[in-house]
């Protein structure tokens, strides 16, 4: 079993939609995660990031943490045509490295 | 602030060249770098974790003595790709933290291709 699942997507929503993208992870012990965008053949650039459990909101942006269920989501309001990306689910369960999920493509169509 | 910067950005030599790629922190230090690579519709594959002053801690399959790691300052890290192959072209980042519950800031990547 992989550390971090995303689901796989492809997503693709409507401009001014709600775009829902969710990750599970396996390690109980983990206290840390994060939600990476990254453009094609662009580095990842951090979005946001939560340590404790429920929701954490940064613009159009809302990250959900369920530590008992073992799962952080993201949720983009307003969805733009700028946020087509790769959205990368991360999460640290020990010393200083993380995990990455696979990755969720969404398109914004306009 | 956490800016990273990575250089050079794109990289095209011949097989059997060495090839050095910089990730500096700018505005803070970095006690710890990371060094990954991430081939094409494929998610990040960390290589190694590189903490100043000392060795490099490389991940499992990942040889130390084809991708060598110098952490000599606490705001530069070093990638050398010795004898680079074809089967070494990747796109290459680095990433950097400010302390240790702090998120990774990461670098622009270095497209590397080897002809």
């Known amino acids: 079993q992989k550390e971090v699942e995303q689901n796989s997507g492809p997503l693709s929503v409507p401009e001014g939609a709600i775009a829902s993208l969710n990750c599970t992870y396996s390690d109980r012990g983990s206290q840390s995660f994060f939600w990476y965008r990254q453009y094609s053949g662009k580095s990842p650039e951090l979005i946001m990031f939560?340590?404790?459990?429920g929701d954490k909101e940064d613009g159009r942006f809302t990250a959900q943490l369920n530590k008992a269920s073992q799962y952080v989501s993201l949720l983009i309001r307003d969805s733009q045509p700028s946020d087509s990306a790769t959205y990368l689910c991360?999460?640290?369960?020990?010393?200083?490295?993380?995990?990455f999920g696979a990755g969720t493509t969404v398109t914004v169509r306009a | 602030g956490a800016v990273v910067s990575q250089h050079p950005s794109w990289v095209i030599c011949k097989s059997g060249t060495s090839v050095k790629i910089e990730c500096r922190s700018l505005?803070?230090?970095?006690?710890?770098m990371f060094w990954y690579r991430q081939f094409p519709k494929q998610s990040l594959m960390l290589m190694a974790t590189s903490n100043e002053g000392s060795k490099a801690t490389y991940e499992q399959g990942v040889e130390k003595d084809k991708f060598l790691i110098n952490h000599a300052s606490l705001t530069l890290s070093t990638l050398t790709v010795t004898s680079a192959h074809p089967e070494d072209s990747s796109f290459y980042i680095c990433?950097?933290?400010?302390?240790?519950?702090?998120?990774?800031?990461f670098g622009d990547g270095t497209r590397l291709s080897i002809l």
């Open positions: 991360a999460m640290r369960p020990n010393d200083y490295k993380l995990s």
């Open positions: 505005d803070f230090q970095a006690t710890t």
């Open positions: 990433s950097a933290i400010t302390g240790f519950d702090q998120p990774q800031h």
């Open positions: 939560i340590y404790s459990n």
